[in-house]
C-alpha cells in the first residue's frame, strides 16, 4: 500500500499551496529520432552533436524511438553553449541526462569525460561489476542489469553537490568536488569517451545537459523506465549475536521477495527505540551476505562492552524497513587501544626529539603485534624492514603529530604523486562519530581529511599546503638507526580554511575537542625502497587494503582522552541554555543562504533538516551530538528553486517546525 506520511501532510496543510512540477528547459537535448540526421539537435535546444569514429542507428525503447549504438574509440563531442558559472572561470553547475542500456559488463562503459582532447581518463563509468560512478566521486551501492533501459541523471554543482539519480530517484550522493576541477566542463564535452579504451559499447536513446542543478522534483518529472517504488520493505529476520574474541558477529535473515536490497546494522549501550539514537555498525550491507563483524575497541584498556542491536532493510528504490531489534543486550570485552591524548606534550618543539611524546599513548603498527595490515601486493620483509609508532595529541587549538619510522632504505625524490615516495598518509575525521558514519569524503560540519606527511611538507588531498619544516615542521632521518621522523603542530583553523580555499560549498567547521569524542582515524603508510617507487602500503586498520584515501568507512576509531563518550554535563559553545528553542531563520525571506539558530539545555543528538512543501527532505544540515548552548548553522539554497520549505530540528525529546521562505 502506498502511503504518504503524516509530516507531509502538515507541509500541505500548513501551506495550503500546491506546487507542480514541470520538465524543466534544457540548454542541449538530443533524442536521435532522425535516421538520417541522428545527431541533430531538438529545435531550439543547442548544437548539433559531432562523431568522432563509427556509430550505428538502433530501435530505442519504444516504438518509433530510435537509439544510437557507439563502441570504443569513438565518442560525441558536445558544443554545449554553457558559460561558466559556479564561482569559476569553467563551467561548474550542471545536470546531464542519459537514457542508456548496455548488453555486457565485461569492460567498462564511459558516460563523458571533461578533458576535450580526450587524454584522460573518463568520468563517469559502468564499472564491471554494473555499479554507476567513478573513484573520486564513489559508487552506486546498486548494479544495473544488462538489457535494460534506464534513466541516468547527473546533477553537479562542484562545491555543493554531485549527485546520481537513476529513474527518477537519487541513486548516489557522490564526493563533493573542488570549483575549477576535474568535474568542471569547457566548451566542449566528449560523450562516451575515454583514453584507453574502457568506453565499451553503449545504447542511448535520449542525452540532454542544463545549465544547473535540477531539484528532486524536476528530476522526477523527466520520468523512468521502471516503476517507481514507494513500498517500505518487511523487516529482517532472525537477529542474533555470537561474541568472539574481541569481536562479535551480527547475523540475520535476508527480507523475503527483495532483490538488490541492502541492509543497516545499528548498535547501541542502550535498549535501541529510535535508530536516529543509535550508533551505526555498517551501512548498505550487500543482499545474501546476512552477517557483519564487530570490532571490539575500549578507550586504553580491556574493558566489558554491552550492546543492543538493530538491523534494518533498504530495498532497491530506497525505501526503509522497520528496524528488527534485538534488545538482549550481549557483553563482550573490548580490545584496550592507545587513544588521542587530549593535552599537547610538554613543551612541544618540531625538532625530531621525541622525548616530549613519553606521557603520549603510543599507536604501534607494526605487523608482528597484529597491528599493522599490509595492503594487497605489498613487500614486506618484517617488523625492520617498515613499521611505525605514531603519536597523536590535541588541545584547544592544535592537532599533534609525530611518528617514529623504522625503514631499512629510505627513499625520497620529487614528484607529482608524493604517496609513492616514503612518505605517510594520516586519515583523520574531525567531528565525533558516535552517531555519524560515511562512506565517502564528507565536509562542512563533519570534515574527513588525508593528510600527507613527507620530506618536503605537510600537505591535505596531496595538493593544498599546510606546513613547511620549520617551527612547526620536523621530517628527516635518524642519526643511528634506518628510518626517519617526523613532528608537526597543526592548527586546526587552518585545517578547516587552507584545504581548498576556493572550494565553494560548506568551509569545514573549526574543531573543537572535547574529551570523550569518538574521531576516526587510520594511516597508510607508504614505503619505498632501493627501486625508488613505493613497495608497501602499510595500512593501521585492516579494513584498509589501500581504500581508506576513498572510503572512510574502512577507517578504524578512538578517542580523545580515557573517556568513551563526552560528559553529559559538559558545556558547548555560547551560554549554557535555560531550555529548548529553535530560532525563526535570519534572514527571511532569504537569497540563496540563511542562518538557523537554536538552543540545547543539555549535550543531545540532534538532527536539523529542510524540506520542501510535500515533504521531501531537500538537506540535512546537522546530524550529530552537540554540546549544551547556543548554535549556529547556515543553510545555502543556491541549487533549490524559489518557494516555501520548513525546517525541523529533533534533540531528544524536543521538536520543533518552523517555516521559511527563498526568494530568488
Given at each position: 500500500m502506498k502511503r504518504i506520511s503524516i509530516f507531509t501532510?502538515?507541509?500541505?496543510?500548513?501551506?495550503?499551496?500546491?506546487f507542480y512540477s514541470q520538465a524543466p528547459?534544457?540548454?542541449?537535448?538530443?533524442?536521435?529520432?532522425?535516421?538520417?540526421?541522428?545527431?541533430?539537435?531538438?529545435?531550439?535546444y543547442g548544437n548539433d552533436l559531432e562523431l568522432v569514429g563509427t556509430h550505428q542507428v538502433v530501435d530505442g525503447p519504444d516504438v518509433n524511438n530510435n537509439a544510437v549504438k557507439i563502441g570504443a574509440g569513438s565518442r560525441y563531442k558536445m558544443f554545449h553553449g554553457i558559460a561558466p558559472n559556479g564561482g569559476g572561470t569553467k563551467v561548474n553547475e550542471y545536470t546531464l541526462e542519459f537514457d542508456f542500456r548496455v548488453s555486457v559488463f565485461a569492460g567498462w562503459h564511459c558516460f563523458f569525460q571533461t578533458d576535450p582532447t580526450n587524454g584522460s581518463d573518463g568520468d563517469c563509468f559502468i564499472n564491471t561489476s554494473g555499479s554507476i560512478g567513478v573513484w573520486a566521486t564513489?559508487?552506486?551501492?546498486?548494479?544495473?542489469?544488462?538489457?535494460?533501459?534506464?534513466?541516468?541523471?547527473?546533477?553537479?554543482?562542484?562545491?555543493?553537490?554531485y549527485k546520481y539519480y537513476l529513474d527518477g530517484q537519487l541513486f548516489h550522493d557522490g564526493t563533493i568536488q573542488a570549483i575549477d576541477s576535474r568535474f568542471s566542463l569547457d566548451s566542449l564535452l566528449l560523450v562516451f569517451a575515454d583514453e584507453d579504451g574502457e568506453d565499451g559499447e553503449i545504447e542511448c536513446a535520449e542525452l540532454a545537459i542544463w545549465d544547473r542543478v535540477l531539484t528532486s522534483a524536476e528530476i522526477f518529472s523527466l520520468g523512468s523506465f521502471h516503476d517507481i517504488d514507494t513500498t517500505s520493505p518487511n523487516s529482517p529476520g532472525d537477529l542474533v549475536v555470537v561474541p568472539g574474541t574481541y569481536q562479535n558477529l551480527i547475523l540475520?535473515?535476508?527480507?523475503?521477495?527483495?532483490?538488490?536490497?541492502?541492509?543497516?546494522?545499528?548498535y547501541s549501550e542502550k535498549p535501541i527505540t529510535d535508530i536516529a539514537q543509535a550508533e551505526i555498525l555498517k551501512?548498505?550491507?550487500?543482499?545474501?551476505?546476512?552477517?557483519?563483524?564487530?570490532?571490539?575497541?575500549?578507550?586504553?584498556?580491556?574493558?566489558?562492552?554491552?550492546?543492543?542491536?538493530?538491523?534494518?532493510?533498504?530495498?532497491?528504490?530506497?525505501?526503509y524497513s522497520t528496524p528488527a531489534y534485538l534488545n538482549t543486550p550481549t557483553t563482550n570485552k573490548g580490545k584496550g587501544v592507545p587513544t588521542i591524548a587530549k593535552t599537547a606534550p610538554v613543551n612541544f618543539i618540531a625538532d625530531g626529539d621525541l622525548t616530549e611524546w613519553t606521557n603520549v599513548p603510543e599507536i604501534r603498527i607494526l605487523r608482528s603485534e597484529g597491528t599493522g595490515f599490509d595492503a594487497p601486493s605489498g613487500l614486506h620483509d618484517g617488523d625492520a624492514d617498515y613499521s611505525v609508532i605514531a603519536y597523536l595529541a590535541v588541545d584547544n587549538d592544535n592537532l599533534y603529530f609525530a611518528a617514529?619510522?623504522?625503514?631499512?632504505?629510505?627513499?625520497?625524490?620529487?614528484?607529482?604523486?608524493?604517496?609513492?615516495?616514503?612518505?605517510?598518509?594520516?586519515?583523520?575525521?574531525?567531528?565525533?562519530?558516535?552517531?555519524t558514519n560515511f562512506s565517502v569524503y564528507k565536509r562542512g560540519a563533519t570534515p574527513h581529511y588525508q593528510i600527507l606527511f613527507d620530506e618536503e611538507k605537510v600537505t591535505t588531498g596531496y595538493s593544498d599546503s599546510l606546513l613547511f619544516p620549520g617551527t612547526n615542521y620536523f621530517f628527516g632521518q635518524k642519526a643511528l638507526t634506518p628510518g626517519y621522523l617526523i613532528e608537526a603542530k597543526i592548527s586546526f583553523i587552518d585545517l578547516a580554511q587552507k584545504r581548498n580555499f576556493d572550494y565553494g560549498g560548506d568551509k569545514d567547521s573549526v574543531f573543537h575537542p572535547v574529551e570523550g569524542m569518538k574521531i576516526p582515524i587510520d594511516f597508510s603508510c607508504n614505503d619505498a625502497d632501493a627501486s625508488g617507487e613505493r613497495e608497501l602500503v602499510f595500512c593501521y586498520s585492516p579494513y584498509n587494503e589501500d581504500q581508506s584515501w576513498i572510503y572512510p568507512s574502512r577507517w578504524l576509531w578512538t578517542w580523545i582522552g580515557n573517556k568513551m563518550n563526552v560528559d553529559p554535563n559538559?558545556?558547548?559553545?555560547?551560554?549554557?541554555?535555560?531550555?529548548?528553542?529553535?530560532?525563526?531563520?535570519?534572514?527571511?525571506p532569504f537569497n540563496p543562504s540563511t542562518k538557523i539558530t537554536y538552543s540545547l539545555q543539555n549535550p543531545e543528538l540532534v538532527t536539523l533538516k529542510v524540506f520542501d512543501v510535500l515533504g521531501r527532505e531537500v538537506s540535512t544540515l546537522i546530524n550529530q551530538y552537540q554540546t549544551a548552548g547556543s548554535h549556529t548553522v547556515n543553510f545555502n539554497a543556491a541549487n533549490l528553486p524559489s518557494g516555501i520549505y520548513f525546517y525541523k530540528i529533533k534533540a531528544g525529546s524536543?521538536?520543533?517546525?518552523?517555516?521559511?521562505?527563498?526568494l530568488k
Open positions: 501532510l502538515f507541509f500541505i496543510l500548513v501551506c495550503n499551496t500546491v528547459e534544457r540548454k542541449g537535448w538530443w533524442k536521435f529520432d532522425n535516421a538520417d540526421s541522428p545527431l541533430k539537435a531538438e529545435v531550439g564513489g559508487y552506486s551501492p546498486h548494479p544495473i542489469n544488462i538489457n535494460e533501459w534506464y534513466k541516468l541523471v547527473v546533477s553537479v554543482k562542484n562545491g555543493t553537490q540475520w535473515t535476508d527480507v523475503p521477495g527483495e532483490d538488490g536490497e541492502v541492509y543497516d546494522i545499528y551501512l548498505g550491507v550487500a543482499e545474501n551476505l546476512q552477517n557483519v563483524e564487530q570490532i571490539l575497541r575500549s578507550a586504553v584498556t580491556d574493558q566489558d562492552l554491552t550492546y543492543y542491536y538493530a538491523v534494518l532493510c533498504k530495498d532497491y528504490a530506497g525505501n617514529d619510522v623504522t625503514d631499512d632504505i629510505y627513499s625520497w625524490k620529487q614528484r607529482d604523486d608524493p604517496w609513492m615516495n616514503d612518505a605517510i598518509n594520516f586519515y583523520i575525521g574531525l567531528f565525533d562519530s558516535h552517531t559538559g558545556i558547548g559553545e555560547g551560554l549554557v541554555a535555560a531550555n529548548y528553542r529553535l530560532e525563526q531563520n535570519y534572514p527571511n524536543f521538536q520543533n517546525i518552523k517555516k521559511l521562505m527563498l
